[in-house]
């Protein structure tokens, strides 16, 4: 039996950086993936590094949001030293898009929200933006200028953190599903992945979306890590002569520019349980809304399309933390925000890991608000979702 200080279930680009982080404490630290590493909802995102709230449920993740982003620099760069690879990390602008009669209106609130939570946020002219962006939609009715955001690559990304967690000896399991967490009274001993029994001292879920079903006998893990699939459908444009300066961002989606110049468009969010397909349904409401932002993509290349299953929760928000039973961690459901919040969840679980405790407010995640709050109809669709038990 092979026996590590730390069993990370999941290598997307949660798991990744918790590995990379933990094995610069000189733990010995295995990864199991139930297929390649990285190539779940990491693979798919757009890569906005962004800690702007999209909704009211959103508002608890503005200081976690805005503590990732501060430490993103140093993030990238320790990563991209330990792997010799670029990230595609860039510091940039975002424009806010608001369109209807109500556009002023609506980004005076919006920009007045963002600086009560110390987000940098102004308004700005459609001639001043037109100025920066002629492509701009005539639908635009006003402007918000978000000056301290940022972007990466995540497939890029991805590739980095994994040779960044190798180069420091962590040990990568691909294609080994993990089908049981192994409890002993009342601490987490261990996992079963791949017909094998790996012990481990700490076992970290960061499964994404299918974290809820990687033991379907452990009530534990169905309640502590409830997670569901929520598609996101995407596409890359790419338009000779027309390059974007900025992420343009609007009501019904985004476009993200690329160094080499093609877009990134996005994206949907569906209720597909675990069918990860691109539709015409979804390519057809990525192209109105990139349209909307930027009427000359219309005779623009679709390069390539794809679709993602983000991990969501029932209310949206992570799940970060030690969970009821000793020995076991949990990081997991990070929605749309995984890219952005990879550089703080590591350090975070570092933290757990190395001492039990973390200096920051982490308690609006804590995995065990479920098992107060989740009902057991809750937990059981949460198992009902995961496809075949699996990591």
């Given at each position: 039996m092979?026996?590590f200080?730390?069993a990370?279930v999941?290598?997307?680009?949660?798991?990744?950086?918790?590995?990379?982080e933990?094995?610069?404490?000189k733990l010995s630290?295995?990864?199991l993936?139930?297929?390649q590493?990285g190539r779940?909802?990491?693979?798919?995102?757009?890569?906005m590094l962004?800690?702007?709230?999209?909704?009211?449920?959103?508002i608890?993740?503005?200081?976690?949001?805005k503590e990732?982003?501060?430490?993103?620099?140093e993030?990238?760069?320790?990563?991209e030293d330990?792997?010799?690879?670029?990230?595609g990390?860039?510091?940039g602008t975002t424009?806010?898009?608001?369109?209807?009669s109500?556009?002023e209106t609506?980004?005076?609130?919006v920009?007045?929200e963002?600086?009560?939570?110390?987000i940098a946020?102004?308004p700005?002219?459609?001639e001043?933006?037109?100025g920066?962006?002629e492509?701009?939609?005539?639908?635009?009715?006003?402007?918000?200028?978000?000056?301290?955001?940022?972007?990466?690559?995540?497939?890029?990304?991805?590739?980095?953190?994994?040779?960044?967690a190798?180069?420091?000896?962590?040990?990568m399991?691909?294609?080994?599903?993990v089908?049981?967490?192994?409890?002993?009274?009342?601490r987490?001993?261990?996992?079963?992945?791949?017909?094998?029994?790996i012990?481990?001292k700490?076992?970290?879920?960061a499964a994404?979306?299918f974290?809820?079903?990687?033991?379907?006998?452990?009530?534990?893990?169905?309640?502590?890590?409830?997670?569901r699939p929520v598609?996101?459908q995407?596409?890359?444009?790419?338009?000779?002569?027309?390059r974007?300066?900025?992420?343009?961002?609007?009501?019904?989606g985004?476009?993200v520019p690329?160094?080499d110049?093609?877009?990134?468009?996005?994206?949907?969010l569906?209720?597909a349980?675990f069918?990860?397909c691109?539709?015409?349904?979804?390519?057809?409401?990525i192209l109105?809304?990139?349209?909307?932002?930027?009427p000359g993509?219309?005779g623009?290349?679709?390069?390539?399309t794809?679709?993602?299953?983000r991990?969501?929760t029932?209310?949206?928000?992570p799940i970060l933390?030690?969970?009821?039973?000793?020995g076991?961690?949990?990081a997991?459901?990070?929605?749309?925000n995984?890219?952005?919040?990879?550089?703080v969840?590591?350090?975070?679980?570092?933290?757990?890991v190395?001492?039990?405790r973390t200096t920051?407010d982490a308690g609006?995640?804590?995995?065990?608000?479920?098992s107060?709050?989740?009902?057991e109809a809750g937990?059981?669709?949460?198992?009902?979702?995961?496809?075949?038990?699996?990591?």
């Amino acid at each position: 039996m092979n026996t590590f200080d730390v069993a990370i279930v999941g290598g997307g680009i949660i798991g990744g950086s918790i590995a990379f982080e933990l094995a610069a404490e000189k733990l010995s630290v295995i990864v199991l993936d139930r297929q390649q590493p990285g190539r779940e909802a990491s693979w798919a995102a757009a890569g906005m590094l962004s800690p702007a709230p999209d909704s009211p449920r959103d508002i608890p993740l503005v200081p976690l949001s805005k503590e990732s982003l501060r430490i993103y620099p140093e993030f990238v760069g320790a990563i991209e030293d330990a792997s010799g690879q670029s990230t595609g990390y860039a510091r940039g602008t975002t424009l806010q898009i608001f369109a209807g009669s109500r556009g002023e209106t609506e980004r005076d609130r919006v920009v007045a929200e963002h600086r009560e939570f110390g987000i940098a946020s102004e308004p700005i002219s459609l001639e001043a933006a037109r100025g920066e962006e002629e492509s701009i939609g005539p639908t635009a009715r006003a402007i918000a200028h978000l000056p301290e955001e940022g972007t990466v690559e995540p497939r890029l990304l991805m590739e980095a953190v994994l040779a960044a967690a190798r180069n420091r000896g962590v040990q990568m399991r691909p294609d080994c599903g993990v089908t049981s967490v192994q409890f002993e009274r009342n601490r987490c001993t261990g996992v079963v992945a791949g017909g094998e029994r790996i012990a481990a001292k700490q076992v970290i879920v960061a499964a994404g979306c299918f974290s809820a079903g990687i033991d379907r006998n452990a009530d534990l893990i169905a309640r502590c890590a409830c997670t569901r699939p929520v598609r996101g459908q995407m596409l890359a444009l790419r338009l000779a002569g027309l390059r974007l300066r900025h992420v343009l961002r609007g009501e019904r989606g985004y476009l993200v520019p690329r160094a080499d110049g093609r877009i990134v468009a996005g994206s949907t969010l569906e209720n597909a349980d675990f069918e990860k397909c691109v539709t015409p349904a979804g390519m057809m409401q990525i192209l109105d809304a990139a349209l909307e932002l930027c009427p000359g993509l219309a005779g623009a290349e679709v390069l390539d399309t794809w679709s993602g299953l983000r991990p969501g929760t029932p209310d949206d928000l992570p799940i970060l933390g030690p969970a009821e039973m000793e020995g076991l961690i949990v990081a997991t459901g990070h929605y749309r925000n995984g890219i952005l919040l990879s550089a703080v969840t590591a350090k975070l679980v570092r933290d757990w890991v190395m001492q039990g405790r973390t200096t920051f407010d982490a308690g609006a995640f804590s995995p065990m608000r479920f098992s107060d709050h989740q009902s057991e109809a809750g937990v059981r669709d949460a198992l009902r979702r995961s496809p075949d038990g699996s990591s």
